[in-house]
């Protein structure tokens, strides 16, 4: 039976990742895989992950099973992060293994409740969502994003794309920090969102996988909060890997927002849907989020370490965008000082791309996606030097 596997698409991250790690040059970068660096290149471990780890090595009791919706203290403390509040009577939430998990059991969710449902999601938009939604054979749609000249979104597009948008269908959105691109929504324009998804009958779903990353812990979720106030269904993918850098915990949560009466129902399902697939979900990186959000010490130092991330990563921005006006002698890269997140798209062809990797041994995805957190101070200006010598 085995013998009728046929290959299956490579990851071409993945595939990059391995040519990175090929290539011997010792002056290297690496901007393709989207995991936060430090200056020195590492993934560090947070300060209020380290000690909230020790404080559950030296108190935890049992490793036995948490409930199929995960722990009930977890999903409070991620409503109320992403949500400010957390809109009890509406709200039904679980656990997942990571923003990856969440999506897809958002995505199992829709053809459940929906299977005729079409998905929007926007062009550009992570390879993931696409990859998930073709396996599970859910019709999708695209709607624009990028403005490929000016590198900023293009809402007259997008809303133009969206007005095609039926009772029943889904928006697929990205909360902030838009991956790959970098370019996000303003408050205006998700009121904009809102107002059409009201009047369509269209459902929001919203992936926020960088929380924290962009303008701060309550700017990044603004919009999320104004569509959930706004819309009476709401499907929520939170992950936990970029802003605890907790990433091979594999921790995130699933929130849906549904009118009260059928709250129990939809609880339920989410339950249900967590068995199906992997029964009880993953509880270690979910206990540390926890007691990190809810110990005042551990989640002032976790804040306090996040926007060290987040400014640094801003300043990172700032220093390239002005290298390359210095070197350009125009602000057409000013861009991507007004990105926000890990990534920035630059607009260069798959030919420039190419060239950076093999003549600069820089590398970033074929789309020219780049990951700001793979840069450092001493990396920006050879990364605007090879920008300009390869014509982008």
Same mark, same amino acid.
């Given at each position: 039976?085995?013998?009728?596997?046929k290959?299956?698409?490579?990851?071409?991250?993945?595939?990059?990742?391995?040519?990175?790690?090929?290539d011997?040059?010792?002056?290297?970068?690496?901007?393709? !895989?989207? *995991?936060?660096?430090?200056?020195?290149?590492?993934?560090?471990?947070? %300060? $209020?992950?380290?000690?909230?780890?020790?404080?559950?090595w030296?108190?935890?009791?049992?490793?036995s099973y948490t409930?199929?919706?995960?722990?009930?203290?977890?999903?409070? $403390?991620m409503?109320?992060l !992403?949500?400010g509040?957390a809109?009890?009577?509406r709200?039904?939430?679980v656990a +997942?293994?990571g #923003?990856?998990?969440?999506?897809?059991?958002?995505?199992?969710?829709?053809?459940?409740?929906?299977?005729?449902?079409?998905?929007w999601?926007?062009d550009?938009?992570?390879?993931?969502?696409l990859?998930?939604?073709n396996?599970?054979?859910?019709?999708t749609?695209?709607?624009?994003?990028?403005?490929?000249?000016?590198r900023?979104?293009d809402?007259?597009?997008?809303m133009?794309?969206l007005?095609?948008v039926?009772?029943?269908?889904? *928006?697929?959105?990205?909360?902030?920090?838009?991956?790959?691109?970098?370019?996000?929504?303003t408050?205006?324009e998700?009121?904009?969102?809102?107002?059409?998804?009201?009047? +369509?009958?269209?459902?929001?779903? /919203?992936?926020?996988a960088?929380?924290?990353?962009?303008?701060?812990?309550?700017? &990044?979720a603004?919009?999320v909060?104004? /569509?959930?106030?706004?819309?009476?269904?709401?499907?929520?993918?939170?992950?936990?890997?970029?802003?605890? #850098?907790?990433?091979?915990?594999?921790? #995130?949560?699933?929130?849906?927002?549904?009118?009260?009466a059928?709250?129990?129902?939809?609880q339920?399902?989410l339950?249900?849907?967590n %068995?199906q697939?992997? @029964?009880f979900p993953? &509880?270690h990186? $979910?206990?540390?989020?926890?007691?990190?959000?809810?110990?005042?010490?551990?989640?002032?130092?976790w804040?306090?370490?996040?926007e060290e991330?987040?400014?640094?990563?801003?300043?990172? %921005?700032?220093?390239l965008?002005?290298?390359?006006?210095?070197?350009?002698?125009?602000?057409?890269?000013?861009?991507?000082?007004e990105h926000? #997140?890990?990534?920035?798209?630059?607009g260069?062809?798959?030919?420039?791309?190419?060239?950076?990797?093999?003549?600069h041994?820089i590398?970033? *995805?074929?789309?020219? %996606?780049?990951? /700001?957190?793979?840069?450092? $101070?001493? @990396? *920006?200006?050879?990364?605007? @030097?090879?920008?300009?010598?390869?014509?982008?």
């Amino acid at each position: 039976m085995l013998g009728n596997l046929k290959p299956q698409p490579a990851d071409k991250i993945l595939q990059l990742m391995g040519q990175f790690r090929a290539d011997p040059r010792e002056d290297k970068i690496d901007l393709g !895989v989207g *995991v936060y660096k430090s200056a020195d290149g590492v993934t560090p471990v947070m %300060r $209020a992950v380290k000690a909230a780890e020790k404080q559950l090595w030296e108190t935890e009791t049992t490793k036995s099973y948490t409930g199929l919706a995960g722990d009930p203290a977890f999903n409070a $403390a991620m409503a109320t992060l !992403v949500l400010g509040e957390a809109l009890s009577d509406r709200l039904s939430s679980v656990a +997942t293994p990571g #923003g990856t998990g969440a999506c897809r059991q958002a995505f199992e969710l829709i053809r459940l409740a929906n299977p005729e449902a079409a998905l929007w999601v926007s062009d550009p938009t992570w390879p993931n969502h696409l990859s998930i939604l073709n396996y599970l054979k859910i019709p999708t749609k695209p709607y624009r994003y990028f403005d490929g000249e000016t590198r900023a979104v293009d809402f007259d597009g997008m809303m133009a794309d969206l007005a095609a948008v039926k009772a029943g269908d889904v *928006v697929l959105l990205h909360g902030c920090c838009h991956n790959p691109t970098g370019a996000n929504l303003t408050l205006p324009e998700w009121r904009a969102v809102a107002d059409l998804c009201e009047k +369509t009958g269209a459902m929001p779903m /919203i992936d926020i996988a960088y929380q924290g990353f962009g303008d701060g812990l309550d700017d &990044d979720a603004a919009g999320v909060r104004l /569509i959930a106030e706004r819309l009476p269904e709401v499907l929520i993918a939170a992950s936990c890997s970029k802003n605890f #850098g907790i990433y091979r915990e594999r921790t #995130g949560a699933l929130i849906a927002l549904s009118e009260p009466a059928k709250r129990e129902v939809t609880q339920g399902t989410l339950a249900f849907l967590n %068995r199906q697939n992997y @029964s009880f979900p993953p &509880d270690h990186g $979910a206990r540390l989020v926890t007691m990190i959000l809810e110990d005042p010490a551990l989640r002032g130092d976790w804040q306090a370490e996040l926007e060290e991330m987040r400014l640094g990563m801003l300043g990172l %921005r700032e220093q390239l965008a002005k290298e390359l006006r210095t070197l350009s002698g125009s602000d057409r890269f000013g861009f991507i000082a007004e990105h926000r #997140g890990m990534f920035s798209r630059l607009g260069a062809s798959p030919e420039q791309v190419e060239r950076l990797k093999s003549e600069h041994g820089i590398y970033m *995805v074929g789309d020219s %996606r780049l990951n /700001i957190a793979g840069l450092n $101070a001493k @990396s *920006v200006p050879v990364l605007a @030097s090879a920008i300009l010598d390869v014509g982008i």
